[in-house]
């Protein structure tokens, strides 16, 4: 039987189905994002499923015959969570390969998913989060910079605690997204329960910032912080040094370091450059693709465009060209 692309809503859901590995190759797969689905010798397999989408975070809900695999080619830039409802399945990532069963969930680590085989019967829910999304509400969350990867830790308990949560919580914003489409009526109620859930990963599920996010909340950060974080939004587009910084703050270099290592972890100018990015991705998004990204890293005091490319991809999980085209 050949698969069918049935889209229920456009932009918002699509259901597939078939027995085709190739078509499940490209029904999983983005222009960046290739999956590679091979089935195993003399198998046949089947498929059948729907994603809906809520913005930066989407959900899917999958069924599945046969014994297959699947191979992440090239960086997703998103968080995969596995919801098993039935069956098994196998992750390897490097080295380490984790099972995933009813009880037993799994998160990917953006790029780093690896490759999957599911040993039909097979039935799970997924939920999917844009790592730009993950990272701005950990940086909220931190009230700091957040550099380098998350590295979550691929396995979660679904039998209870916050891992039980996390599951009847994606179980029922699927079914109303799907199915009744109820949540799609209340977009402030959809937009703020993803955030809860997304909220919710990053402070029960372990990763590299767990011990940031477990330390007590800090102390309000002194007035001369407050003051040096104004003057850097006010001149956030003009070549600011650390000294023109402690100057509009009247304190000096030293104490101005300090304030900041103590109560935003990181150094004025690093801050200074998280903002500046920040303000280069809003332009990138709203930009019209006649604008060259030299022109938009140069307007917000990027000279270095190999730097700026680095550090922006960093942040945001894509490169500025990639933000540009969209």
Same mark, same amino acid.
């Given at each position: 039987m050949k698969s069918r692309l049935k889209p229920a809503a456009p932009e918002e859901s699509f259901r597939f189905f078939g027995t085709d590995p190739d078509e499940l190759s490209r029904?999983? %797969?983005?222009?960046?994002? $290739?999956?590679?689905?091979?089935?195993? #010798?003399?198998?046949?397999? %089947?498929?059948?499923?729907?994603?809906? /989408?809520?913005? $930066?975070? %989407? +959900?899917?809900?999958?069924?599945?015959?046969?014994? +297959?695999?699947?191979?992440?080619? @090239?960086d997703s830039g998103k968080f995969v969570l596995f919801f098993p409802l039935r069956g098994n399945a196998s992750f390897k990532r490097g080295n380490e390969t984790f099972e995933s069963k009813p009880g037993r969930g799994f998160i990917s680590n953006g790029p780093a998913l690896g490759t999957v085989r599911f040993a039909g019967p097979r039935? &799970?829910?997924?939920?999917?989060?844009?790592?730009?999304?993950?990272?701005?509400?950990?940086? *909220?969350?931190?009230?700091?910079?957040v550099r380098g990867p998350l590295d979550f830790h691929p396995d979660i308990d679904l039998t209870s605690g916050p891992g039980l949560i996390l599951k009847d919580l994606a179980e029922a914003t699927f079914s109303g997204l799907a199915q009744d489409a109820a949540l799609r009526q209340s977009p402030l109620a959809l937009s703020?329960?993803?955030?809860?859930?997304?909220?919710?990963? !990053?402070?029960?599920? $372990? &990763? &590299?910032? %767990?011990?940031? !996010?477990? *330390? #007590?909340?800090? /102390?309000?950060? $002194?007035?001369?912080?407050? *003051?040096?974080?104004?003057?850097?939004? @006010?001149?956030?587009?003009?070549p600011i040094s650390l000294g023109d910084i402690a100057d509009a703050c009247q304190v000096s270099v030293r104490s101005l370091q300090k304030g900041f290592k103590d109560f935003k972890m990181t150094t004025p100018m690093t801050y200074l450059q998280h903002l500046r990015l920040e303000a280069a991705h809003k332009e990138l998004q709203q930009a019209s693709p006649a604008l060259s990204v030299a022109a938009i890293a140069l307007k917000w005091g990027f000279g270095h465009m190999g730097r700026f490319a680095v550090d922006y991809k960093l942040r945001f999980g894509q490169s500025p060209s990639q933000t540009l085209r969209r």
């Open positions: 029904a999983l %797969s983005t222009a960046a994002s $290739p999956i590679k689905v091979e089935s195993a #010798a003399n198998q046949a397999m %089947s498929f059948d499923c729907e994603f809906v /989408s809520a913005g $930066p975070v %989407s +959900f899917g809900f999958c069924t599945y015959e046969g014994d +297959f695999r699947c191979k992440l080619e @090239a039935q &799970h829910l997924v939920m999917i989060v844009e790592e730009n999304e993950m990272i701005n509400r950990l940086h *909220r969350m931190l009230e700091m910079p703020n329960l993803t955030g809860a859930m997304t909220d919710l990963i !990053l402070e029960t599920v $372990p &990763h &590299h910032f %767990s011990g940031e !996010l477990a *330390r #007590a909340a800090p /102390s309000p950060a $002194p007035r001369h912080v407050k *003051r040096a974080i104004d003057f850097m939004h @006010a001149n956030i587009s003009r």
